[in-house]
């Protein structure tokens, strides 16, 4: 076997132009493949990122049966030690409690509903980088008595930067809330539904204007590796126990993760194209191939050489023109997909300022995940191998004295 080896090796170099010819098919179908998943993978790792932003966090926890029914009786009480076990988890990042209600806001004669969240200003930075979005004024400070508004909702009610909002609201248990506050910021969101409704303000200046002292709606979790997010959702709620209640951000945003998924299944058909076309190469490369040695074949079988030992040795050279191929493939294709994500595809122009519109950053990264290699190193590798049996057919149809003609 080990002869035969040899034999093959020697085989594979004795037509240099064709075998570089065979491997460059494989070479370029490996980095086709790792890219095209690369850039799929990174794209909607990069959406995720930039739609967990907005506010909701990765992950979020309630009182059980809050997302239900979300109103301020169903919220808790701040508690350091339910803070510390969720802190304690291997994967949580950071931690922000919210106090989420609505009110209804007003300036001069101009009205309108909004969301009001109280929130621990660093805490909240830390969770969904809320100070980067703020375009005028000054950012919340721990007890501060203003309050930062969403655009649209600052637009809508004709306010700026140092005027009053006035806000009348369903307090906790049932009680009248009441009160008028400066406006000491103008936030930006991505999201247009967001940022024509959202109010923030401190959350001890939520917790007195709702009489809910001590109490919040959610803590709003970041992870470290977002690829274990029901990992850690499970993890926290099992050091949670039953009171509360664990929500992903799937849960929280339930169209976004179809969307998601509906692009993915799109890029599935993408993919089979891809690799429809790379069947098509490796096996062009093979066909010419064997056109090019029929001749050689029916020789070698003609002077006494078995069918079945000429198709072992055709195998093993196409089994390492292939191997060969995938292997430099993957090896050429890892730095061409960290300089792609370091460097990412930008839009510009109009297809740029949608996506900026909706809060979405305009560019295509890649994703450095070392399974992506892997596997579709493998898919080309699996492709090359069945191709490669095609040439076994071949000699195993082979009849000699047809071969030889000229």
Avoid at 324 to 332: D, F, K, M, Q, R
Wanted: aromatic residues 10%; glycine residues 6%.
């Amino acid at each position: 076997m080990k002869w035969l080896a040899k034999l093959a090796w020697k085989n594979i170099w004795r037509n240099r132009n064709r075998t570089i010819i065979t491997m460059a098919s494989v070479f370029f179908a490996v980095i086709l493949s790792v890219l095209a998943n690369s850039l799929q993978t990174g794209t909607f790792d990069n959406l995720v990122k930039n739609v967990v932003s907005f506010y909701t966090g990765y992950l979020q926890v309630h009182k059980a049966g809050y997302w239900n029914e979300q109103i301020l009786d169903n919220s808790f009480e701040v508690s350091a030690s339910t803070k510390q076990k969720i802190l304690s988890q291997q994967n949580i990042r950071a931690v922000a409690a919210r106090l989420e209600s609505f009110a209804l806001a007003s300036s001069a004669d101009v009205t309108k509903g909004c969301l009001v969240a109280g929130i621990d200003a660093e805490e909240e930075n830390n969770v969904t980088g809320l100070k980067q979005k703020l375009i005028a004024g000054s950012y919340l400070q721990a007890a501060d008595a203003g309050v930062l508004l969403a655009q649209g909702l600052a637009d809508r009610l004709q306010l700026k930067v140092n005027d009053t909002i006035v806000l009348i609201a369903k307090g906790y248990h049932g009680a009248t809330a009441a009160g008028k506050y400066a406006v000491k910021g103008i936030l930006k969101f991505g999201s247009p539904d967001l940022n024509d409704k959202a109010l923030l303000m401190a959350l001890v200046t939520a917790q007195d204007f709702y009489g809910a002292p001590g109490m919040v709606t959610s803590y709003v979790l970041s992870l470290n590796e977002t690829k274990s997010l029901q990992a850690t959702a499970t993890t926290v709620q099992q050091a949670l126990g039953s009171n509360y209640e664990i929500m992903t951000w799937e849960q929280l945003m339930p169209d976004i993760k179809q969307h998601i998924k509906a692009d993915a299944d799109s890029m599935r058909y993408v993919l089979g194209v891809l690799y429809m076309l790379i069947c098509f190469g490796v096996f062009s490369t093979l066909l010419m191939m064997m056109v090019e040695r029929k001749y050689e074949m029916g020789m070698l079988v003609a002077i006494g050489m078995h069918k079945r030992l000429m198709m072992l040795l055709l195998l093993i050279e196409s089994l390492l023109t292939v191997l060969a191929g995938c292997v430099l493939g993957i090896l050429t294709s890892v730095p061409i997909v960290y300089i792609m994500q370091k460097y990412p595809i930008r839009l510009s122009g109009e297809s740029a300022k949608a996506y900026e519109r909706f809060g979405f950053e305009a560019i295509f990264p890649t994703s450095t995940d070392a399974s992506i290699f892997i596997s579709q190193g493998l898919i080309v590798l699996v492709i090359g191998s069945v191709l490669s049996l095609y040439p076994v057919y071949k000699v195993f149809r082979l009849h000699p004295v047809t071969a030889m003609k000229r």
